[in-house]
């Protein structure tokens, strides 16, 4: 699942339990998960690594 | 500022009232246990009102126990440096018949069945338990200010905090209630009130102290140290909780539990830590920290730079392990009693709940190359030297930070340079190294080598010679 998407899905539910105070928490999230994520330490199934790899 | 609150009552003199300066006053009968006690109570009557640490006093047990290690000491059992002295206990640990809050109403029906084992290691040692402290709900939290018992307020100055997790614990201290307090620190919840309080604050390599019977945040991430006066006071309190109980009684009534020949600092090495770690930085603090650079380079210590390449990721890491550690343990109390939790602390455990598990694994494989690095940085350095917060305590009630040209959210700056160890698991200590103009105080930090905490002490001891109070350098 992609940042943008996993985003999408935690605002929609939130605001669905009546938690919409989540919403700038949870986009403040997803800037750390995309950091988090482009750190170089991460590889993959191809055999690469996610060094140089634009955020999805 | 209310400043004079510590001048006017005696406990403001650099080096008043250590464990070890009591403890050989006990032995030589100057005071009793019972009126170490006393007073502790009595500045709790007193200044408590106002400073809010304490959530439950427990003043006749602690008279009782007082008078019980007068008893001992005069028919010549003798338990140790730790004897008769009252400490205050973060109300985060089991005291048997006494309820643990965390200072949440989600607790308020708790009482605990058992001791923790460090507060049996405390009653083995002949410790007095004056109360139980104040703190950040669930110590998730940096400033106190979301407690279900109301916010802690810095001795020195009543609108700022006293810094947090372990706030109450660090005013407690400060402010002569008790002579030192035991904390948890998950991203720096001992070391960033020891700082903003002026204390010395302690947090151990990873399990060196045993965490049971203590509400957990982050069972990877969590630690228990002492907060205290001076480094040989959190040096006695290391080895009673680590359980070298027969060290611990041999240094009774000495003047310091650390060998004096450990305290030369010549020839030492450390490594300021650069870039990040610099990047957001008070400017006092930023002029403090460089002069005490000079005067351990004058003390005949070899200090240079070093650069740990995925320092940057350091917030990132932390936010992954923390949040979904915390959110798996509150998930069931988080369904059933949402509103029990202060909105802030609520909010921040529900972020949690939607991390994702692939997430969690990359952080902890980040975790892994930052603990690389960090044991890099140290293998031709005796230690790491930071600042330990980035800013003064901070004001109550106000959620950012100006530093420089730029707006920062406190809690990110006030964790910013003591999360790391709590992910690596190395040994960390701040120890006071001067004030601001205004009086508050500036904490200077020390990283040590994973599993070499005693050795980490002894190097604060002999940096403490030079920097602590009164050395304005």
Known sequence: MTVKLWLEHAVQDAERRGLAQLKPLLEALARSTAALRMADWNDDATGGTTAGRKPA | ?473
């Not at chain 2, 640490?53 to 009782?64: D, M, N, P, R, Y």
């Not at chain 2, 109301?150 to 372990?166: A, F, K, M, Y």
């Not at chain 2, 969590?222 to 006066?229: A, E, I, Q, T």
Request: glycine letters at 10%.
């Open chain 2, 1 to 473: 500022m209310s400043t004079g609150r510590r001048d006017a009552d005696g406990a403001a003199q650099p080096g008043a009232r250590t464990i070890a300066v009591t403890a050989a006053a006990l032995r030589r009968g100057e005071t009793s246990s019972l009126a170490l006690t006393e007073e502790c109570l009595r500045r709790i009557a007193q200044w408590d009102r106002s400073i809010n640490s304490f959530i439950t006093v427990l003043g006749e047990q602690a008279l009782a126990q007082a008078a019980a290690a007068d008893r001992e000491l005069a028919n010549g059992h003798d338990r140790g440096p730790l004897h008769g002295i009252p400490f205050s206990l973060k109300d985060i640990f089991d005291v048997r018949g006494t309820a643990t809050t965390a200072a949440s109403r989600i607790r308020s029906d708790h009482v605990a069945a058992e001791d923790a084992p460090i507060v049996a290691r405390l009653r083995q040692a002949g410790v007095v338990l004056i109360g139980k402290t104040n703190l950040h709900e669930f110590a998730l939290g940096t400033t106190n200010e979301e407690s279900a018992f109301g916010p802690v307020h810095h001795p020195l100055d009543e609108t700022r905090s006293p810094g947090g997790s372990s706030g109450g614990s660090a005013a407690s201290v400060l402010a002569g209630m008790a002579y030192a307090s035991i904390g948890t620190d998950t991203g720096g919840s001992v070391r960033i009130p020891a700082a903003a309080c002026g204390l010395v604050g302690l947090k151990p390599s990873f399990g060196e102290i045993s965490t049971n019977g203590a509400v957990p945040l982050s069972t990877t991430l969590d630690h228990v140290g002492p907060l205290c006066r001076s480094v040989d006071d959190a040096c006695m309190v290391f080895r009673v909780l680590t359980g070298a109980s027969a060290f611990a009684r041999a240094t009774a009534g000495q003047e310091s539990p650390v060998h004096k020949e450990w305290r030369d600092l010549r020839g030492k090495r450390f490594g300021v830590l650069a870039e990040y770690f610099t990047a957001v930085l008070d400017s006092q603090i930023a002029q403090r920290f460089d002069q005490v650079c000079t005067l351990l380079t004058r003390a005949g210590a070899a200090v240079d730079e070093v650069r740990l390449p995925h320092a940057a990721d350091i917030p990132p890491v932390y936010l992954h392990i923390v949040l979904a550690e915390a959110a798996a343990y509150h998930a069931a109390s988080l369904d059933s009693r949402a509103d029990a939790y202060t909105e802030g602390v609520r909010m921040r455990l529900e972020m949690g709940r939607y991390l994702l598990a692939e997430d969690y694994v990359r952080a902890l494989r980040g975790r892994d190359v930052l603990t690389e690095e960090v044991n890099a940085a140290l293998r031709s350095r005796d230690a790491l030297l930071l600042p330990t917060l980035a800013i003064a305590a901070p004001k109550l009630g106000v959620p950012t930070v100006r530093i420089g040209s730029s707006d920062e959210p406190v809690r990110n700056v006030m964790l910013r340079l003591t999360q790391l160890f709590n992910i690596t698991g190395h040994p960390a200590i701040t120890l006071p190294c001067g004030t601001t103009p205004d009086g508050l105080p500036i904490g200077l930090q020390l990283v040590g080598a994973a599993g070499h905490t005693t050795d980490l002490l002894a190097i604060a001891r002999a940096i403490e010679d030079q920097v602590g109070p009164g050395k304005s350098g």
